[in-house]
């Protein structure tokens, strides 16, 4: 099984640049490829990232500001050209799909394929997504306008039978195989009880975990949500002179997001959405350093193993 | 003065690939900076080009499919960010309005600065701009949705005095100096009449024009209002093979564009608007020049001086 992972489309915050990638992600976990925003120019980067856009079913909006959604047009576009057939979901606040069939109307274009738009609207930490494999949730976020970060989390996956000693028990059926795989003991008519470490194969699975949170300021209630989480990737808009300013644009600076990573005890922070004011971007990984020290500023197209 | 010039920003057509430029040009006529379409990523292509956005004041959309205004909502929102204060201008079909207004409405955000939309809606050749300098037409193309080309013509700019000989005439006042620079003769209160010639410089004055037709299928009616212009754009979006497909998809070919600056003997033939399915672009302008010696490809981010 490949491991899950994440790749950096776009970590740019919304001024535009000679190397604009305003943001976007795109996370592998589990066999899903889970979108997560979608600034202008998604689409080329999902490209250059190799990654096949029809394998993308679920795409998540934090928020309605531009640099991360400007894209989205460009992709459900393209999908419509290349002839997707299969269901496409969309997570986001109200109005996204406003703006979608407001375009689709004055260009007199068609979506033909299932699209399903899931409109978040909830102030609380909240399941949105569940499939065998991952549950996703949001995370309520201090920004300007409603926004939520995401918790991607992998789910127990079932066990693998140890067949050679499940077909020495004559008595266990192709029909008890799913509880068996779930943990539970087997149980003969006689009253003996097989023991699930006997019938199943024991291997390590830790399950992972992916947070973005992003925008946001400073908000150290999310942490609760954050606990353990192995890759964090929290918004630092600003170098932490510029504090004041970051609150009141509803941003955060590198040392708030490091304090974030702290609280919650991740096991590794990106950085990421920064100002182009601050064309050094290594001062950004300086800083958080100084109090989370697994912190590391997001570059573009590279893969991090979760 | 500088000579006008136009810059390709992006010409591609619909299917992204990994160097995704859609359709957008920068035209330098007479001072003005006149953006053409306005394709996803024309922000990142305007700074790549050197220009400085903010000396755009017009903006002219050919039609409404996504591939010649994505782009548009990341500059609205630039400007904004960058405290633009002059007037914007956006030609355009009916609904561009619309998709901006529902875009702005869902992020909370303003324009700040005067946003003028002028709707296009004629299907007939029609001036839609003019200054001192410079008359711009739409010219009605035949696609799949209503759409317009564009014709730029410079107008014939006021001489200029010939100060010395002008300071000769004492009768000669300032405020007759506008008449003088339009071409009049002076007439003195004894009846002498001093010829305009004498009074103002000689000067090589060609009046240039430059056409953008984009999206289009095969159609010589326009030759008539492109008789004799510097340079024209003609998409050509198919090879001459798939001709029969062009026409279904309310497109050209690269013969069919070459025809149509023959019969309008134009100076020089720009194509653009290539098909993803055709890698060598090269065949299009060897196709073209079959028919128009003066065919060109049109390349990213080149100037062309008209």
């Not at 991360?68 to 799909?97: A, E, V």
């Not at 504090?243 to 009141?248: E, G, I, Q, V």
């Amino acid at each position: 099984m490949i491991k899950s992972y994440l790749i950096i489309l776009g970590c740019n915050s919304s001024l535009p640049t000679k190397n604009f990638h305003p943001t976007s992600q795109i996370l592998y976990m589990r066999n899903n490829y889970f979108l997560i925003d979608c600034g202008e120019g998604t689409q080329v980067q999902l490209i250059k990232a190799k990654i096949k856009m029809n394998k993308i079913n679920n795409i998540f909006i934090s928020h309605l500001h531009g640099d991360h959604y400007f894209g989205i047009m460009g992709i459900l576009s393209t999908y419509q050209l290349l002839g997707r057939k299969n269901k496409l979901n969309i997570y986001s606040p109200k109005g996204l799909k406003n703006i979608i069939y407001e375009n689709l109307k004055w260009s007199k274009s068609k979506i033909t394929y299932p699209l399903n738009f899931i409109t978040l609207k909830s102030k609380k930490f909240k399941k949105i997504y569940k499939d065998e494999n991952v549950n996703i949730y949001i995370i309520p976020l201090k920004h300007k306008i409603y926004t939520n970060g995401f918790l991607f989390k992998e789910k127990k996956k079932l066990k693998n039978l140890n067949i050679k000693n499940v077909k020495k028990i004559k008595e266990i059926k192709i029909s008890d195989y799913l509880k068996i795989k779930k943990g539970k003991d087997f149980v003969k008519k006689n009253g003996e009880k097989i023991s699930n470490s006997y019938l199943t194969i024991k291997k390590k699975n830790k399950l992972l975990s992916y947070a973005f949170c992003s925008d946001t300021s400073f908000k150290p209630k999310i942490c609760k949500y954050l606990k353990n989480v192995d890759l964090l990737y929290h918004e630092s808009t600003f170098l932490h002179e510029k504090k004041k300013l970051a609150y009141n644009r509803g941003h955060s600076t590198s040392i708030q997001a490091a304090k974030i990573a702290k609280l919650a005890n991740v096991k590794k922070l990106l950085l990421g959405h920064y100002s182009c004011r601050f064309p050094n971007i290594g001062k950004f990984e300086k800083e958080a350093k100084k109090i989370f020290n697994n912190s590391e500023t997001s570059k573009i197209l590279k893969i991090y193993y979760i």
